[in-house]
């Protein structure tokens, strides 16, 4: 579905169909685009491994931290080519204090990458890199482009979500405080509708111990 399609959709909900509107145009974009990022979080519906403006970071000698890009919020593999090389060398992600106390010194160490340190904006390098090559990256990331742009723009997300992100629209625009159009009622349903088909929002902490620490390996469970 196009932005407009789901705009469409959202009207039909709401019965606000004949200009003017109750609720802007571009309020119900916006909110569209909201609803996408909400959803991809919220499902881990982007998973990026080819896009190389996302994937991959080119690493100097001497310098330890890189900016991430701003869609990337979770990396579930990373690894270090050396320039020239024709291999990658895997590389662990670790939060400040399991290095603290498992590598001594480590953050006065230069020579092969083997650790990484994942904040929200950017990653650190240990030990600093004593050769130039490339940062090799995959994960879960936001939308690239936004619904807001472009009356025809259509979803990255799954064709099969895309009605569901309506309700989200419907949360915010019942949540406005407007005398004409606050139902609090109906903008919990509608949350609560759309948190029950794309799930609950991981909060900071839980993202932050998901990257970090983990050997992640497939479990196998016998009755």
Known sequence: MTRDELIADFRSVTQDLVAPFLFETKWVAQWLAEAEQEAAIRGRLLHESQKEQVCQIDV???????PLHESLYEITHIAFR???ASRREPVRLMSTEELDRTVCDW???TGCVRYAIQTDTSIRLVPTPDAAGTLLLEGYRLPLKSLAD???S???IQQAHHRHLVKWALHRAFGLPDSETLDLGRAADAERAFTDYFGSRPDSDLRRITREDETHTNKVFFP
């Open 150 to 152: 472009s009356p025809s």
């Open 107 to 109: 953050r006065d160490l």
């Open 82 to 84: 050396a320039t020239g």
């Open 154 to 156: 259509k979803p990255e």
């Open 60 to 66: 100097s000698v001497g310098e330890a931290v890189y």
